[in-house]
């Protein structure tokens, strides 16, 4: 068998520990004679993998009492109406504010809109093509939202932000689906936050929603099932949950909590980072199209001085076993998604496979 080095910015990496547990336990799950993927989502058994899921994200993000942890359907885009319909309670007198800041933050504020009307753009750098993250200073908010919605890291332009806005009164909604664990957060801050789990939590199929209690319940004519209240009220079970997808997320929440936690993602995430970013920097050849300061630790975009090798670029990487390096055509170029499961190992190949090719090529 032979593991390449994945670079996709979703689905993406996940931990080998994890991947090889899930092999040891797909026929028989702990001696119940019966693969997860089976077994009741009411059966003890699956109630035990459920509860320890969400324990275990209560621990290592800090998460309190006084917010609930839903386990939906549905990816990020489905908290794009949800987030709205839920925290949106008078339309006739409220509305919400949304930071642009690429592609994600694009969708959620278009699918805001055909909900209510009244939504703002607080800022936006798409005048510098999404290249930075709008400063504190060039947010324009209404102390009267019922939210400020941001998305926390920007897969596709590689920014990423190292703050949190201040908001004061007005919840602060965080997209966190590709920076989620891989850095501390104080959740305190958030009135909402949210991630698709095909990223740093696990495959996909399952989204995180931890929603602060008292914003829950707030319209009484939700549809049941995009209803945030009810389905804390039933433990994320108003129906057959993604069963096999959070069992794998609760593995992938071990295995961060046995490599020592959230503070060492982070640690781990600004050496590779570091690593990546000074390789690019370090060269003509090479180019970085963020801005320093809003540089993502998740995913590194780059591009060549010579674009016309791109295509020669990703085929003899993927000769050599880095995959999917691909640039979104928003960019150009090549991105390499260094998630949590990401081994620095992985990184020091592209690196030593980004020196050959300028040598051969530049």
């Known amino acids: ?67 609930a942890v839903l386990f939906l359907q549905g990816g990020a885009t489905l908290q794009f109406s949800m987030i709205p319909m839920n925290l949106i309670h008078d339309p006739a007198t409220q509305t919400a504010d949304y930071i642009m800041t690429g592609s994600w933050s694009e969708k959620a504020y278009a699918e805001a809109k055909k909900i209510f009307a009244d939504v703002r753009q607080a800022a936006s750098s798409k005048g510098v093509n999404y290249s930075r993250i709008p400063r504190q ?63 740093n939590l696990g495959p996909s199929g399952v989204t995180v929603v931890i929603v602060r209690k008292d914003l829950m319940g707030r319209n009484a004519n939700m549809p049941v099932m995009l209803d945030y209240q009810a389905q804390a009220k039933e433990g994320s079970m108003l129906n057959t949950p993604p069963t096999y997808a959070i069992y794998i997320l609760g593995l992938v929440l071990e295995w961060v909590k046995e490599q020592g936690g959230v503070a060492e993602m982070e640690r781990r995430n600004i050496v590779k980072a570091d690593k990546l970013y000074a390789a690019i920097d370090g060269s003509p050849f090479y180019a970085c199209p963020t801005e320093p300061a809003s540089r993502s630790r998740m995913n590194v975009p780059f591009t060549l001085a010579r674009p016309e090798l791109t295509d020669a670029f990703l085929a003899g990487a993927k000769a050599a076993g880095l995959v999917t390096l691909k640039g979104h055509r928003s960019v150009g170029g090549m991105r390499a998604s260094i998630y949590n499961a990401m081994p620095e190992a992985g990184v020091d190949a592209l690196i030593a496979f980004m020196r050959e090719f300028e040598r051969s090529n530049g």
């Not at 040891?24 to 058994?45: A, F, N, Q, T, W």
């Not at 602060?172 to 590709?178: G, N, T």
């Open 1 to 67: 068998m032979r593991r390449v080095y994945n670079f996709s910015a979703g689905p993406a990496v996940l931990p080998v520990p994890v991947l090889e547990r899930a092999r040891d336990e797909m026929l028989d799950y702990r001696g119940c004679g019966m693969s997860v993927m089976e077994m009741s989502h009411r059966s003890k058994d699956y109630m035990a993998i459920i509860a320890n899921a969400e324990a275990l994200l209560r621990e290592l993000m800090g998460i309190g009492e006084d917010y």
């Open 137 to 199: 200073e060039e947010l324009t908010l209404n102390p009267g939202a019922a939210y400020v919605h941001m998305t926390s890291n920007n897969t596709i332009f590689g920014t990423e932000y190292h703050h949190v806005p201040e908001t004061g009164a007005v919840p602060l909604v965080a997209d966190a689906s590709s920076n989620i664990l891989s850095r501390p957060v104080d959740v305190s801050r958030f009135g909402l936050i949210y991630a698709g789990a095909q990223k």
